[in-house]
């Protein structure tokens, strides 16, 4: 099905979903809360009723904020069905704002069965004389990957991300026998052994909660950093600036290509090892002497 965000229908080869323009006041011009979505949003029954047969359901959008509308006002009403997200990324010149609205957009992927992004900046890398050329790479790329997300898709058990290496489904959490007996131990950790980090505040009450002394695996559930869709390119941001900060102050280092397979935080303890061999070797360096180098966090948007 095609949504058509501009009221009249958009093509003749697949069903449509014709969204009438029925607002015309003020409004943000992208992003929830604009015109256009809250036009969609008005006859948000009518369109969940088109979809709410479906067992599994796929959004196929792009770096258009617009294309995010149908998702979002799915998502965020209740329903029974399994949502999976194709997403890929604005183009690094279409303006900062547009960039940021869609980052937003994308910010929250609770209630999301599977994910598949494409950042399409990775094209941009290649030279093409032709902005065309571009394009034609990008479709017979989209036109590959989309039998495989789809038959993916009828055999995902759990939430799972798209991995572009692979080609695969990955798991976004593994669940663990271990989990569901935790609970049943006998012994836990009395309140003045736990750390600050523990610690969760809630309208003025403190609550700590109780985990079993040896239950590492739960506390490893627990404090397990989130998988981010811009994970790999943090990760990789944050390499090269470990790089950097050792060429410049003429500290020996050396760091293996990250292999891990599907999403990621961004960081891991193999990142923390490095950071804290170079903390170290840099508190050796007098202050005056020491080199930070500029860490642009602009590139991870």
């Known amino acids: 099905m095609v949504v058509c965000l501009e009221g009249i229908k958009a093509t003749d080869e697949f069903e449509c979903f014709i969204c009438p323009r029925k607002s015309f006041g003020l409004g943000m011009s992208m992003g929830v809360g604009s015109i256009v979505y809250n036009n969609l949003d008005e006859v948000a029954d009518e369109f969940y009723n088109r979809l709410c047969y479906e067992d599994d359901i796929l959004f196929l959008t792009d770096g258009n904020p617009a294309s995010l509308y149908p998702y979002i006002i799915m998502k965020n009403r209740k329903h029974n069905i399994n949502i999976h997200l194709w997403a890929s990324s604005p183009w690094s010149f279409e303006g900062k704002a547009r960039i940021k609205t869609h980052r937003d957009m994308l910010s929250d992927l609770s209630g ?13 890398k290649h030279k093409y004389k032709k902005f065309s050329d571009l394009l034609e790479d990008l479709k017979m790329y989209y036109d590959e990957l989309l039998p495989i997300v789809i038959k993916g898709i009828g055999e995902l058990k759990t939430e799972s991300y798209f991995d572009l290496v692979s080609k695969s489904y990955i798991p976004l959490r593994k669940e663990s026998q271990e989990m569901h007996k935790w609970h049943s131990s006998m012994r836990y950790c009395p309140d003045n ?24 695996y739960t506390k490893d559930i627990i ?9 790999k390119k943090i990760c990789n941001l ?64």
Do not use: H, W
Not at 223 to 231: E, H, L, N, Q, W
Not at 277 to 300: D, G, H
């Open 193 to 216: 052994e736990e750390n600050i980090d523990n610690i969760y505040f809630t309208e003025g009450l403190a609550y700590i909660p109780q985990y079993p002394i040896n239950d590492k």
């Open 112 to 124: 999301v069965k599977s994910v598949c992004y494409i950042d399409t900046q990775d094209f941009l």
């Open 238 to 301: 944050l390499r090269e600036y470990r790089f950097k900060l050792a060429q410049m102050n003429n500290i020996d280092f050396s760091s293996e290509e990250c292999s891990y397979v599907g999403a990621c935080a961004g960081t891991c303890e193999k990142c923390d090892e490095e950071a804290k061999y170079l903390s170290m070797k840099l508190s050796e360096i007098p202050k005056k002497k020491q080199k930070i180098p500029i860490l642009n966090l602009e590139e991870v948007e």
């Open 223 to 231: 404090y397990k950093p989130v998988a981010r869709i811009d994970g």
